[in-house]
């Protein structure tokens, strides 16, 4: 009560006043102490902001060109082309992949404007707007490899300054991963410096398919989601009339122990058997002999990639030697240089599996070739990412 008579003697000491103070809003505060009140307002441009109703002359009324706007509606309430926080934008390297990703997640590609000038620079602009969103770009540093990922870099810049919430680098087939180590003097580890190209562009995070060796995740200061290409040639394997008891998996070489050995675990506990060679020189190989027995069997030679296919070819070679009934052949990644399809398809192999992480021409095709699409196996990875959600979950 003292208060309040306090409060009502200092109003009426502030009326009596032959001269007012113009500080009419001190003496209401005083009385009534509340929070400021905030509304937002719009001047009749239509652009926003926040009026404080004590920072006015006339501390009663809004200013006469403003008028306040209702509270915004709840974000289920607003439209979907504005809630959705998901964007796929596609490089130059493979617009097939990136159209099925997109397919499986019910979007559409992102619209992007990507030319080269008469010296060869390129030019890269979004046609959309990406603020707040998560993007993520499909692009594999497949041949050429240097434009390719020159390409994703710039298209990562791009992002960056258009004020993308998250930028996610998917490249399902990763150049120079091969140079992941020091073998001689004075030797390059390109592997590292590609990673720190994608870093400092501006990516926040790496989607990678089948990476030629796991330690490459380690070059990358940010997150790197690692998949696998195994589930799509095991589940199409499966399909396919072979008696599991005449399978065993083939490593081409003895790098690619832990790839073959996880695939025969899922192959129905196949046995293994491992290829003992010797490289010459890059894309030359020599084999030596072989570790394990393959006669009377149907032989599934499993790699991560498939470049010239010389290891491949002088594996098969080796096989049929030892007494294979059949020799398939499965990778992930087709770069398929030259020689490569005169060495695949010159009868050694009854079936070549390959997926589609790097694009097969028409004219690098034969007819046994067989390509499986990863898309919804980078779908669904995509969608886990962007809902924060287990990705391992997937090969498990």
Not at 17 to 44: F, G, M, N, Q
Not at 265 to 285: E, W, Y
């Amino acid at each position: 009560m003292a208060s309040t008579s306090t409060s009502m003697a200092s109003l009426c000491s502030f009326l009596s006043s032959p001269c007012p103070s113009p500080d009419l809003a001190t003496v209401l505060l005083s009385i009534v102490p509340c929070r400021p009140l905030r509304r937002r307002w719009s001047c009749r441009a239509g652009s926003g902001g926040t009026y404080d109703y004590r920072s006015s002359n006339n501390p009663v009324q809004a200013p006469p060109d403003l008028h306040f706007l209702p509270e915004p509606e709840p974000v289920a309430e607003r439209n979907n082309s504005t809630s959705s926080r998901l964007r796929i934008f596609s490089g130059t390297a493979n617009p097939t992949l990136a159209q099925e990703i997109a397919c499986y997640l019910g979007l559409e590609l992102g619209k992007i404007k990507i030319k080269r000038f008469a010296d060869g620079e390129l030019y890269v602009q979004l046609q959309e707007s990406v603020r707040g969103c998560d993007v993520f770009l499909v692009q594999p540093t497949c041949p050429p490899a240097n434009e390719n990922l020159m390409e994703l870099l710039i298209m990562i810049d791009a992002c960056r300054r258009a004020s993308a919430k998250t930028i996610t680098a998917v490249v399902p087939y990763f150049g120079y991963a091969r140079a992941d180590r020091k073998m001689q003097g004075r030797e390059s580890i390109a592997a590292k410096l590609v990673a720190n190209l994608i870093t400092q562009a501006g990516a926040h995070r790496v989607l990678a398919c089948d990476l030629h060796s796991g330690q490459s995740i380690g070059y990358f200061d940010i997150p790197v989601d690692h998949v696998y290409g195994q589930p799509v040639i095991l589940d199409y394997l499966a399909s396919k009339t072979i008696c599991p008891n005449d399978v065993v998996v083939v490593s081409p070489d003895v790098g690619g122990v832990a790839r073959a050995r996880a695939f025969a675990k899922k192959l129905s506990d196949a046995p293994l058997a491992i290829v003992d060679k010797r490289r010459l020189g890059h894309n030359q190989a020599e084999v030596m002999n072989l570790i394990g027995d393959v006669r009377g069997k149907v032989a599934v030679m499993v790699d991560d990639m498939i470049d010239t296919a010389g290891t491949m070819s002088k594996g098969a070679e080796l096989l049929h030697r030892e007494g294979a009934k059949a020799v398939y052949a499965c990778s992930t990644h087709a770069v398929l240089s030259p020689p490569a399809v005169d060495r695949l398809s010159g009868g050694l192999f009854q079936e070549v599996i390959i997926t589609n992480t790097v694009p097969v021409p028409l004219h690098q095709q034969f007819p046994q070739l067989t390509v499986l699409s990863v898309a919804n196996l980078l779908g669904e990875t995509i969608w886990r990412v962007h809902d924060d959600c287990s990705v391992s979950s997937i090969f498990q």
